[in-house]
């Protein structure tokens, strides 16, 4: 029997869902949910919520529409893990682990942290003026909430793809300095076909640009604001564009290919804005009228919805959270001392650290230079391109050191560091060798 693809999903609780949230997010996700041979995890990240929120009753209140907004939308928690992320202590515990581990540098170079810093400058204040280090610590959080249940695969925006490599970068320091495959290095998933939302005004659908439409709005609230929505002077009778349409967008976001071909239809013929903006509402009010009646009666009854989230972190913790922190914190020394009883401290019975592996540089006869990096072993593992100047070489090795596997943009066979030809991966050495070295160099720095 093929073992299942753990598949992880987290979702901040920050403000109230909107329509937005629902066609690209969790709608998608609970269909998602509902594959063959896939485990889910589906999580409120209450602990992210909080670099930014510093409203204590918001945090809560958010916590709570937010998994009733999941749990109405059909989100099944007894076919899923479904949890709040702060109910899990191991997370936390895990984020010290990795954070001892790893490299400022990698982190340094966050887009998040990276934006705040040039946002500064911007503006002429000091780099981190405002940042606290939540901020700067967020993807070794981020980390953790998907290596401490050794997922497999991520659903994430592109935007989020770099928090995944670093994920992956961290399980990999992790596992080269303990010596073995504690953790599995996630894939991130890109959908580039799920939906982006317009908001009232046209752009992004997003609680910054205050343009949203909350999700489980009342009907006479809902229709006041699809009423709203911005569209052009063109009166009934004059053809209309779908192209650039908001009020389009939405209709298609929720309807059956007949019925935007349709709708196509009529704005070709010349549909009046307020008839459009009828039929956008009914379309709407027919998907979500049943979601908003559940969602009512789980928001009226908050014990309940805390009861499935305790739950489902309790028996995730004793299935998986709990017995792996047991074993890591004896793979990094966190153990009972009553096991050295029996043991001596003679340094000549201690086991000898693993070498490192290292870059050796030479010159060729052609007048280049050139560098191999090989393993504690002395096996060759990557053979560089030539250079021109032993400047340009060691600045490219310090950069791998510094960086480990982050630097790399691409390797199959050729090996490459943002634009730059490194050099090739030398024969029967597989990639996940080479990266491994290069973590453990960066590591050391």
């Given at each position: 029997m093929a073992s299942l693809t753990r598949v992880l999903t987290g979702i901040t609780t920050s403000g109230t869902p909107h329509l937005g949230n629902y066609v690209g997010a969790v709608r998608p996700a609970i269909a998602a949910s509902r594959a063959g041979n896939t485990e889910s995890f589906y999580f409120l990240a209450d602990l992210h919520s909080l670099i930014k929120a510093q409203d204590p009753a918001r945090t809560q209140r958010s916590t709570l529409e937010i998994a009733a907004t999941w749990l109405a939308a059909?989100?099944?928690?007894?076919?899923?893990?479904?949890?709040?992320?702060?109910?899990?202590?191991?997370?936390?515990?895990?984020?010290?682990?990795?954070?001892?581990?790893?490299?400022?540098?990698?982190?340094?170079?966050?887009?998040?942290?990276?934006?705040?810093?040039?946002?500064?400058?911007?503006?002429?204040?000091?780099?981190?003026?405002?940042?606290?280090?939540?901020?700067?610590?967020?993807?070794?959080?981020?980390?953790?909430?998907?290596?401490?249940?050794?997922?497999?695969?991520?659903?994430?925006?592109?935007?989020?793809?770099?928090?995944?490599?670093?994920?992956?970068?961290?399980?990999?320091?992790?596992?080269?300095?303990?010596?073995?495959?504690?953790?599995?290095?996630?894939?991130?998933?890109?959908?580039?076909?799920?939906?982006?939302?317009?908001?009232?005004?046209?752009?992004?659908?997003?609680?910054?640009?205050?343009n949203t439409i909350a999700l489980f709005a009342p009907p006479a609230e809902l229709k006041k604001l699809i009423f709203s929505i911005v569209t052009d002077s063109r009166l009934p009778g004059e053809a209309k564009d779908t192209d650039g349409s908001a009020l389009f967008q939405l209709y298609q976001a929720f309807a059956t290919l007949p019925e935007t071909a349709a709708f196509a239809q009529d704005f070709a013929q010349g549909i009046g804005w307020?008839?459009?903006?009828?039929?956008?509402?009914?379309?709407?009010?027919?998907?979500?009228?049943?979601?908003?009646?559940?969602?009512?009666?789980?928001?009226?009854?908050?014990?309940?919805?805390?009861?499935?989230?305790?739950?489902?972190?309790?028996?995730?913790?004793?299935?998986?959270?709990?017995?792996?922190?047991?074993?890591?914190?004896?793979?990094?020394?966190?153990?009972?001392?009553?096991?050295?009883a029996a043991t001596t401290s003679d340094p000549a019975r201690t086991p000898a650290k693993a070498a490192l592996p290292q870059f050796k540089q030479y010159r060729e006869k052609d007048g280049r230079f050139y560098f191999k990096l090989v393993d504690g072993d002395g096996r060759a593992l990557l053979q560089s391109e030539g250079f021109d100047s032993p400047r340009a070489a060691g600045e490219l090795i310090a950069r791998l050191k510094r960086e480990g596997a982050t630097a790399l943009r691409h390797v199959e066979g050729a090996v490459h560091a943002g634009e730059t030809l490194v050099g090739r991966l030398l024969a029967d050495v597989a990639t996940d060798e080479l990266l491994a070295a290069l973590a453990a160099l960066a590591a050391e720095e």
């Amino acid at each position: 029997m093929a073992s299942l693809t753990r598949v992880l999903t987290g979702i901040t609780t920050s403000g109230t869902p909107h329509l937005g949230n629902y066609v690209g997010a969790v709608r998608p996700a609970i269909a998602a949910s509902r594959a063959g041979n896939t485990e889910s995890f589906y999580f409120l990240a209450d602990l992210h919520s909080l670099i930014k929120a510093q409203d204590p009753a918001r945090t809560q209140r958010s916590t709570l529409e937010i998994a009733a907004t999941w749990l109405a939308a059909g989100l099944d928690p007894a076919k899923v893990w479904f949890y709040r992320q702060s109910d899990i202590p191991e997370i936390t515990e895990l984020t010290w682990l990795l954070t001892c581990v790893a490299g400022k540098g990698i982190l340094n170079r966050a887009h998040a942290y990276k934006a705040a810093v040039d946002k500064n400058r911007a503006d002429g204040e000091d780099d981190d003026a405002g940042i606290n280090a939540g901020l700067f610590m967020y993807p070794v959080l981020m980390a953790a909430d998907i290596l401490i249940f050794n997922a497999h695969k991520v659903p994430v925006g592109r935007d989020q793809i770099q928090h995944i490599e670093m994920a992956r970068d961290f399980g990999q320091r992790f596992n080269h300095v303990y010596g073995r495959e504690w953790f599995t290095l996630p894939e991130a998933v890109i959908d580039d076909n799920v939906a982006t939302l317009p908001g009232l005004d046209g752009r992004k659908m997003s609680k910054s640009y205050g343009n949203t439409i909350a999700l489980f709005a009342p009907p006479a609230e809902l229709k006041k604001l699809i009423f709203s929505i911005v569209t052009d002077s063109r009166l009934p009778g004059e053809a209309k564009d779908t192209d650039g349409s908001a009020l389009f967008q939405l209709y298609q976001a929720f309807a059956t290919l007949p019925e935007t071909a349709a709708f196509a239809q009529d704005f070709a013929q010349g549909i009046g804005w307020g008839e459009a903006k009828q039929k956008l509402f009914d379309l709407i009010e027919r998907e979500i009228a049943p979601l908003r009646e559940r969602y009512d009666a789980l928001i009226a009854r908050p014990a309940d919805i805390e009861d499935i989230l305790r739950d489902g972190a309790k028996r995730l913790r004793e299935r998986y959270a709990t017995p792996l922190l047991a074993q890591l914190r004896e793979a990094v020394g966190l153990r009972n001392l009553a096991g050295l009883a029996a043991t001596t401290s003679d340094p000549a019975r201690t086991p000898a650290k693993a070498a490192l592996p290292q870059f050796k540089q030479y010159r060729e006869k052609d007048g280049r230079f050139y560098f191999k990096l090989v393993d504690g072993d002395g096996r060759a593992l990557l053979q560089s391109e030539g250079f021109d100047s032993p400047r340009a070489a060691g600045e490219l090795i310090a950069r791998l050191k510094r960086e480990g596997a982050t630097a790399l943009r691409h390797v199959e066979g050729a090996v490459h560091a943002g634009e730059t030809l490194v050099g090739r991966l030398l024969a029967d050495v597989a990639t996940d060798e080479l990266l491994a070295a290069l973590a453990a160099l960066a590591a050391e720095e």
